[in-house]
């Protein structure tokens, strides 16, 4: 598949929900869903805020468009994420049937065996935007870093 300037364009806002997650304090994980009509559903973390460990960009993101949608399957929509998602939301993703997944920034082998073994229905595509991602990441946690060292 060649990437063009809509799916550069719906990563931007998913770089956009990671913003607003970082003036919350959260890890900048920002999320954007889409079908053909366009934008379903835009999340970033909430895992802080809400004190609540399942509220990953992707789960919320997911939660809203099946609302939106009105259906407990996503198999015409396109989820856009900063970050590779982890083990719950790689599962969520395969549950709701989304049908493509692009991620920027990886972040370790550990996922790859998750996506690389995944439903042959859900078509990857990675490292979209990688450097901007990766560069909101790194920022945010050098910061945390720096704001431990000087307590």
Do not use: W
């Not at 869903?33 to 895992?47: R, S």
């Not at 395969?94 to 920027?104: A, D, P, Q, V």
């Amino acid at each position: 598949m060649i990437l063009n300037s809509a799916h550069r364009a719906y990563m931007a806002l998913a770089l956009q929900e990671a913003q607003k997650a970082i003036k919350k304090g959260e890890v900048p994980v920002g999320a954007v869903i889409v079908n053909d009509q366009g934008i379903v559903a835009k999340a970033h973390n909430n895992v802080e805020t809400k004190k609540n460990a399942c509220y990953h960009a992707e789960i919320l993101a997911i939660n809203s468009a099946c609302k939106a949608l009105n259906s407990k399957f996503l198999d015409e929509c396109m989820l856009y994420v900063t970050l590779e998602p982890c083990c719950m939301c790689i599962q969520a993703i395969y549950t709701s049937r989304i049908k493509k997944l692009f991620f920027g920034a990886s972040i370790t082998p550990y996922t790859k065996g998750l996506i690389d073994n995944s439903p042959k229905m859900l078509e990857v595509y990675e490292g979209l935007l990688e450097k901007e991602s990766q560069m909101l990441l790194t920022s945010f946690f050098t910061s945390l870093r720096n704001k431990k060292t000087t307590l």
